[in-house]
């Protein structure tokens, strides 16, 4: 049994156990995962575990928390990024993932990310008179525009009901957003593997390329309001990189054995 170093990350409340694999033997299972994402263990949205790359600065691999896998985390990439900026000090990176090489750079005490460019489906998806606009950053996001953000019981049932259905056969994130103004949205999200998490950096995305392809709103330079924290978002065009610009902390370093 190898006793391996962590770091207890976040960004913008949503938290993640962070291991560094380029220098050691590490491979995640699942049941490692779900163990220590348990809030009564250590406790995380994501597990996420960075290794070498030959295109990149790093390659993040990147787990829900009951072990499953994902294609992308803007603020777990923000968080890898203030880890390989600080070690190589450099102002601008980039990260490989198992979707798409991420760029990052600082502005000022936070750090930006180029997300890629949204797809959007064809068709919508409704449940219950909920009408959700399907959105790929990289991972699936069900975006629903209400005009009220859903209690816990609303939001737990329909959350995970969207989340698991035949219309998503990988799953999806799920999103309930209200437009407060063109330059502020409120959002709570359900994320896929997970349940709710205080935030989501790709969600942030997919929900103002949401509402600026079907003008709901006059701007393309939006603030998305999550209960943990907020994220700025640009979107200049269609057919440009959705940029994402937040914080980050670490919150405390530890070494667990597997």
């Given at each position: 049994m190898k006793e391996f170093f962590f770091r207890k990350m976040s960004g913008a409340g949503n938290d993640f156990i962070i291991v560094d694999a380029r220098n050691q033997d590490f491979?995640?299972?699942?049941?490692?995962?779900?163990?220590?994402?348990?809030?009564?263990?250590?406790?995380?949205d994501q597990f996420v575990v960075i290794n070498n790359s030959h295109r990149a600065d790093c390659f993040m691999e990147i787990y829900n928390s009951d072990g499953s896998s994902s294609g992308m985390c803007g603020n777990a990439t923000r968080c890898v990024a203030s880890i390989i900026m600080r070690e190589k000090s450099l102002e601008q990176i980039t990260i490989e993932t198992?979707?798409?090489?991420?760029?990052?750079?600082?502005?000022?005490?936070?750090?930006?990310?180029?997300m890629g460019i949204p797809i959007f489906a064809n068709t919508h998806f409704f449940f219950e008179d909920l009408k959700f606009?399907?959105?790929?950053?990289?991972?699936?996001?069900?975006?629903?525009?209400v005009n009220n953000i859903p209690d816990d019981e609303t939001f737990n049932r329909i959350g995970k009901n969207v989340e698991s259905h035949k219309f998503f056969p990988k799953k999806t994130n799920v999103e309930f957003a209200k437009i407060i103004s063109d330059q502020i949205i409120e959002v709570r999200v359900f994320e896929r593997g997970v349940g709710e998490t205080l935030?989501?950096?790709?969600g942030a995305c997919a929900v103002a390329a949401a509402a600026i392809k079907y003008k709901l709103i006059k701007n393309n330079n939006i603030l998305i309001r999550f209960r943990g924290g907020d994220l700025k978002i640009i979107w200049p065009n269609e057919g440009s990189q959705i940029v994402m610009i937040g914080e980050y902390k670490e919150i405390f370093t530890g070494n667990f054995k597997n």
């Open positions: 491979r995640a299972s699942s049941q490692l995962i779900s163990k220590l994402s348990n809030r009564h263990i250590i406790g995380c198992s979707s798409k090489i991420l760029k990052c750079w600082k502005v000022g005490y936070q750090i930006a990310v180029e606009i399907y959105v790929d950053m990289g991972n699936p996001h069900a975006v629903c525009m935030a989501c950096g790709s």
